[in-house]
Each structure stands twice: as structure tokens, then as C-alpha cells.
């Protein structure tokens, strides 16, 4: 089992950056991948960022190299730069464990930029 505890989340203005930090707990050794996932209202859940345990990563087109996902042990980071109205949404911290193969997730965290 993983837990998962997003926190970082907050109001900014456009233009401006958020950090922010998902710990994991539990059977950290087995997690493969860690990932942070958006849901806007109305939209469907979005892929933002993800990152391996080799440190490899890959990022939505949307992203446009404002952010940054990293990982230190049982810390997983995103580092939102330029953020814009668009990035409005409530942020998911995900975790992919192998054996036994599953799925966790954070319980979210609010992102809100204003023009």
C-alpha cells in the first residue's frame, strides 16, 4: 500500500509560479512510477507530468516547458513556472506500484490562477 499527500496548492496571478509536493508513504520501494495529474471542472483527468524511478520523465504538450517534475525518495515536486488562467484545476499526485501492479492516488490539491 501507498499513501499519497499532495500540499502546495493555492491562488496566484497569472504569470506567476507554485510549487508543489506530494509525499509518499507506505511501500515506497515499490513504487515504479510517480506522476501529477490535473482535472479542471468539466474537463476530463489530464496526464501533466510523470517521472520514473531511472529519473526518466515525460511531460504533456501543454506543459510547454513551464514545468518541472522531480523526485527525492518518498518526495515527488512539481515546479508550475508562467502559470496561466488555463492551469486552473485540482492537481493529482499518482503513484504506479509494479508487484503487485496498481494504481494510487493523492486526495488533490487546488490550483487557481487568475488573469
Known amino acids: 500500500q501507498v499513501q499519497l499527500v499532495e500540499s502546495g496548492g493555492g491562488l496566484v496571478h497569472a504569470g506567476e509560479s507554485l510549487r508543489l509536493s506530494c509525499e509518499a508513504s507506505g511501500s515506497i520501494s515499490s513504487i515504479a512510477t510517480m506522476a501529477w495529474y490535473r482535472q479542471a471542472p468539466g474537463q476530463e483527468l489530464q496526464l501533466v507530468a510523470r517521472?520514473?524511478?531511472?529519473?526518466a520523465t515525460n511531460y504533456a504538450d501543454f506543459v510547454k516547458g513551464r514545468f518541472t517534475i522531480s523526485r527525492d525518495n518518498a518526495m515527488v515536486y512539481l515546479q508550475m513556472n508562467s502559470l496561466e488562467p488555463d492551469d486552473t484545476a485540482v492537481y493529482y499526485c499518482?503513484?504506479?506500484?509494479?508487484?503487485?501492479?496498481?494504481?494510487?492516488w493523492g486526495q488533490g490539491t487546488q490550483v487557481t490562477v487568475s488573469s
Open positions: 499518482h503513484s504506479t506500484t509494479l508487484s503487485p501492479l496498481r494504481n494510487y
Open positions: 517521472i520514473a524511478t531511472t529519473g
